[in-house]
């Protein structure tokens, strides 16, 4: 496979964009961020295919594509489905000699949403990666359905306030803790799994390489920062994802075939859950005396979920 | 700037395509990324592309901006942490080195200006009616590190 | 490169084997497929010849009939031959990637074994299933035995795959009337097979580097229209194709096959609309009562269910100079409707001279019994409605249900 050099940033930004402008997601929408650097990753084609969602209703609106390599869209569940289809009729080809080029390199690689991927397409994606298809789904995580409005879907952490889990006089917002999709993923015994974030683009581009260059269904949940749901401006984008990885709310960390634990960024400075809180509007109405509980209860799980991950790591099991 | 040759970036608004009856709308709602045959694109500059009208690289969201990001090259360090983030494909880098924005692309999100590291800053938010020569007349000059 | 697989010149299949050879014959590129009852032993018999080498292509067993169809999309997006099968329940939870894959303009080819749908649940055959697809925009066949349902795969692929249609395309058998009666069936040779049916010529194919393609994009309020009336002329067009492929396989097997099957319509005085494994049971009825009493019953038979035969149900009501009633045998529950066939044949029959009297039987549902003495029965009843010179029963009935008559709607008569 023909990976780019992520040696420094000069050397990677000599690469071609194949992703273009004109889409119409929100300006500072951190979903472009991932999706272009996942494509300068390597030189090698790609077969891409998403779900419905933010990503999907923004780049391909007739009569316009903002994708430079194939792409599918079928709906909102089926992305994975989709792709590991292409990647079963590209080995059948190969195989009858039916292709136009033979020899061209080619990548499979899923997009999805947090909505998709956590909710309504975990059958289609746990399915594809039991299946051992060559390919890479990358979840582009922003906590919610930020498309249709942003109601709460099983990514949504504790405490957030979103359309269908609002907080009120009666409610501090979403009740139930985020499904732990990494560890989920790293249990169907796929041979590369992470969570990375974009904030930490070297990390990211190493960890789409690995998962582009390994054999099999390897997983990926990045963090986006959502400025339209997340409440925050635009400008904001990177900052708040850096609140996010050094707050550790959203810890960087690899899982190699369901065990080998790699921590991948350990902040110098661990901040406060309360910076990375206060930094959003979701999260404003747990500054409130009689909410304050939640922000404890957020940064003890954090703490437990960091001490864990290290656990892991030492452990190797 | 050369890039700007024979290129057919940003000509359209969004929506004011040519609306085609349904005897030559395409068939499976398909759509090319390139006229013709194409190399990878991987290995061809933008303006080296054939551009198909279906790209969304023919249109432009420049109506979407309020604010501007003006660049300095004087100052600009070539860091490329723009280029990195930008999340429209606004930042214009050849070999290593920042050349400008894409206003056709750009939606004014500011993401740029925050990352960039140099003091002062070689990328600022103006007003989008500012003229550009006029921002960078005024560019404010080295602040002092503040020791607490 | 696959094994050979010997076939005699005639073999005894039963529907599933039947189709599960054609798929074979055909060389799919890719099968994604989840088993249901009662098309279970395509999937299965398909994996045997995976299993046993006679297969060059790709065989995915994925989690869900969805995924299935969904796995089929993006095969064929990727530029090769692509099939699968599925029933009932299986086919309800396909319905979301069916009209993605029709509006995709994707030639696959699913094999459907119709069986009732749920609640309650029920495996046997009924065609709730091929009546839920109708207005999905796939062409849609329907095989009546063994034979057909190892024929009409291979006329499927050539048709969908057509440069002019470009469209998906469902076979339909009955379930076990059809897929588990084992039948006298023959095959043709492998390479005849594969000759008919064709090279797969991609059309946007993903796997095309030079010529990157977007697949599935959004369209709204000012693009949305063109695209489905597009869609739709493709498939009311696709009917001289289906045509001229259904006469080049008569010209290779002798088998002819019509978009509307008649049998002794020429001088009917009435008619029965019927489809699938009732067919056969409909026409020997019709034998009988023209033997024991003389009465001139004629049977329609649709083949083709979608794009629907308008053109030739209208002239096989016009042919008939003395056709006075027509019966339409729906299998599948109405849902608060006349049947299907009843709708569409009235829709034919209004444009015609003779405007038949026409009802409309419910009949078969979860796979109650269709036996050739009810078939006379209701043959007769459209008699007393031919001399009455009016329907003298609710225009839709229920045959073969116990408890009290059931039927609903009647003519107004002042």
């Known amino acids: 496979m023909a990976i780019t050099s992520v040696k420094n940033l000069k050397e990677f930004s000599t690469n071609n964009d194949r992703f273009e402008g004109a889409h119409l997601l929100c300006p500072g929408c951190a979903h472009s961020m991932i999706v272009r650097e996942l494509m300068n990753c390597t030189d090698d084609n790609l077969v891409i295919s998403s779900n419905t969602g933010c990503l999907e209703v923004s780049t391909a609106v007739y009569p316009y594509t903002s994708w430079d390599t194939s792409w599918i869209h079928i709906g909102f569940e089926n992305a994975a489905t989709a792709v590991t289809g292409a990647e079963a009729m590209y080995k059948a080809r190969k195989r009858k000699g039916t292709l136009k080029d033979p020899d061209a390199p080619v990548k499979f690689v899923a997009f999805g949403g947090d909505g998709s991927t956590y909710d309504i397409g975990f059958q289609w994606l746990s399915g594809a990666m039991e299946r051992g298809h060559d390919f890479t789904y990358i979840c582009l995580d922003n906590e919610n359905y930020a498309n249709t409005g942003g109601q709460r879907s099983s990514a949504t952490p504790i405490g957030a306030t979103t359309s269908t889990a609002q907080a009120g006089t009666h409610s501090y917002g979403k009740k139930e803790k985020k499904k732990d999709i990494v560890s989920i993923m790293a249990a169907h015994g796929s041979p590369y799994v992470a969570q990375l974030a974009p904030n930490k683009w070297k990390s990211m581009a190493k960890g789409f390489q690995k998962a582009l260059e390994t054999e099999g269904p390897c997983f990926i949940n990045t963090v986006s920062a959502c400025t339209t749901e997340w409440k925050f401006d635009p400008k904001d984008t990177i900052h708040v994802t850096d609140l996010a990885t050094d707050s550790l709310m959203f810890p960087i960390y690899e899982i190699i075939e369901g065990h080998e634990l790699n921590i991948l960024y350990r902040p110098k400075n661990i901040i406060s859950v309360e910076d990375y809180l206060g930094a959003q509007g979701r999260y404003k109405h747990l500054f409130k005396p009689q909410n304050r509980h939640v922000i404890e209860q957020i940064q003890k799980d954090i703490d437990d979920n960091w001490a864990r991950l290290q656990r892991r790591e030492e452990a190797r099991i | ?148 | 490169m696959a094994e050979k697989f010997e076939l005699n010149e005639v073999e005894v299949w039963d529907g599933n084997y039947a189709t599960s050879q054609a798929l074979r014959q055909a060389q799919v590129d890719v099968v994604a497929a989840y088993p249901i009852t009662p098309s279970t032993p395509i999937v299965e018999n398909y994996g045997s010849y995976v299993a046993n080498g006679f297969v060059d292509g790709e065989f995915v067993m994925v989690e869900s009939e969805h995924a299935a169809m969904s796995g089929c999309i993006g095969a064929a997006a990727a530029g090769g031959r692509v099939a699968t099968a599925t029933s009932s329940q299986g086919f309800a939870l396909m319905v979301e990637t069916l009209y993605q894959a029709s509006g995709m303009r994707l030639p696959i080819v699913l094999t459907v074994v119709n069986r009732a749908l749920a609640s309650p649940l029920n495996v046997r055959g009924d065609h709730s299933d091929m009546y839920l697809g109708r207005d999905s925009g796939w062409i849609q066949l329907d095989a009546f035995n063994s034979q057909e349902a190892y024929d009409l795969p291979l006329c499927a692929f050539k048709i969908g795959e057509d440069m002019s249609v470009r469209l998906p395309v469902m076979v339909h058998q009955d379930g076990f009337t059809t897929s588990h009666k084992a039948q006298n069936v023959y095959p043709l040779d492998n390479d005849v097979a594969y000759n008919f049916v064709g090279d797969y010529v991609p059309v946007d194919e993903m796997l095309d580097f030079t010529r990157p393609v977007t697949h599935g994009a959004q369209t709204e309020e000012d693009w949305h229209y063109e695209h489905k009336a597009k869609q739709h002329k493709a498939l009311m067009d696709s009917r001289p194709v289906i045509d001229r492929v259904l006469a080049e396989f008569k010209e290779l097997t002798g088998r002819e096959y019509k978009r509307v099957e008649t049998y002794m319509m020429e001088d009917a005085q009435i008619a029965l609309v019927i489809l699938g494994s009732s067919v056969e049971t409909a026409i020997l009825a019709a034998k009988q009562l023209r033997e024991e009493e003389g009465l001139k019953v004629g049977i329609i038979a649709p083949r083709c269910i979608r794009p629907f035969p308008y053109d030739l149900i209208r002239d096989a009501i016009d042919n008939s100079s003395n056709l006075k009633a027509i019966c339409c045998m729906d299998k599948s529950a109405p849902g608060g409707a006349m049947g299907m066939l009843f709708n569409e044949v009235s829709s034919a029959a209004y444009t015609t001279n003779t405007r038949p009297l026409i009802s409309n039987y419910i009949y078969g549902l979860g796979g109650r019994d269709f036996a050739i003495d009810e078939a006379k029965r209701i043959m007769k009843e459209q008699k007393a409605h031919a001399d009455a010179g009016h329907i003298t029963t609710n225009i839709q009935q229920f045959s073969g249900l116990r408890g009290p008559k059931l039927g609903f709607y009647e003519t107004r008569r002042s």
């Open chain 2, 1 to 148: 700037m050369s890039l700007q040759g024979n290129d057919n970036r940003g000509i359209r608004e969004l929506g004011a395509e040519k609306k085609v009856g349904w005897d030559e709308v395409t068939q499976g709602v398909a759509l090319n990324s390139f006229v013709g045959e194409s190399e990878n694109s991987a290995f061809l500059k933008a303006e080296e592309r054939n551009y198909n009208d279906f790209n969304s690289y023919t249109a432009t969201v420049a109506s979407w901006r309020i604010i501007k990001p003006v660049y300095n090259r004087d100052i600009c360090i070539d860091c490329q942490n723009c280029w990195i983030w930008c999340p429209d494909t606004s930042i214009i880098s050849r070999d290593k080195q920042m050349l400008g924005i894409d206003y056709d692309h750009c939606k004014g999100c500011g993401v740029c200006v925050e990352v960039c590291p140099t003091n002062p800053k070689s990328l600022l938010m103006f007003s989008e009616a500012k003229d550009n020569n006029e921002a960078l007349a005024g560019w404010p000059v080295k602040e002092k590190k503040v020791k607490n």
